[in-house]
């Protein structure tokens, strides 16, 4: 299994519907972040949650909110989503050795339509 | 701020021929850089990591990279490749650890030709 699990792998769903994708880990991480792939832009960063009691904006919080339900799980939602949501979101995790390294998720393909 | 730059979005290689991606960065002390390869389908992996002391660092699956501040660069460096290597590169760069925020390169795609 995984050790960065998210659902779901794939989603479609129309403007102003409200979506939610799960990330779960089981690696005792205590560091969680949420990233966007678009082409051409590489990845950008959402939120990040440093502990259960810790959530922080990224560079592109607009549109989104998290919520840290327990040390292994990290929430994205997007209240009404719009076309330009549609993208590759990853979750990632890392521990508080602060070598920088991440472990991602294999991705959740969201398009709104 | 920090920022990356990868000016290559797509490079053609034959398998067994080597490998060098570019990576230039922009910050006024040394970064933390890193490569990372998402193979399609599939989250992004770490190849390697600079953190200090030796310019030249060794990652997993053959790869490497070498730090230049002269040139502000980390170019990965692979000096024979396999089919296998075929996916997406990406540079990265953390101005300090504590906050662990990486800021990505917009990535290079590797195509290996027979």
């Known amino acids: 299994d995984a050790d960065v699990t998210q659902t779901p792998r794939n989603r479609i769903t129309k403007t102003g519907k409200r979506i939610m994708l799960e990330c779960s880990q089981t690696k005792g991480h205590d560091r969680m972040y949420w990233y966007r792939q678009d082409p051409g832009l590489g990845l950008r960063l959402i939120y990040y949650?440093?502990?259960?009691?810790?959530?922080n904006k990224g560079e592109i919080s607009d549109g989104y909110s998290v919520s840290r339900q327990a040390q292994a799980k990290f929430s994205l939602s997007l209240e009404s989503a719009i076309p330009n949501q549609t993208a590759l979101y990853f979750c990632a995790t890392s521990g508080l050795q602060n070598t920088g390294e991440l472990f991602f998720g294999e991705g959740s393909r969201l398009t709104v339509l | 701020a920090q920022s990356v730059t990868q000016p290559d979005i797509h490079i053609t290689v034959s398998e067994g021929a080597s490998l060098e991606l570019r990576c230039n960065y922009s910050y006024g002390a040394t970064p933390y850089l890193f490569w990372y390869v998402q193979s399609p389908g599939q989250g992004l992996q770490l190849l390697l990591k600079?953190?200090?002391?030796?310019?030249l660092v060794q990652g997993i699956k053959g790869f490497e990279a070498e730090f230049k501040r002269s040139q502000s660069s980390f170019n990965l460096r692979k000096p024979s490749v396999h089919w296998s290597d075929a996916a997406e590169y990406f540079c990265a760069v953390v101005m300090n650890f504590g906050n662990e925020k990486l800021t990505f390169g917009t990535g290079t795609r590797l195509t290996i030709i027979p």
């Open positions: 600079y953190f200090s002391g030796d310019t």
């Open positions: 949650s440093f502990d259960v009691k810790d959530i």
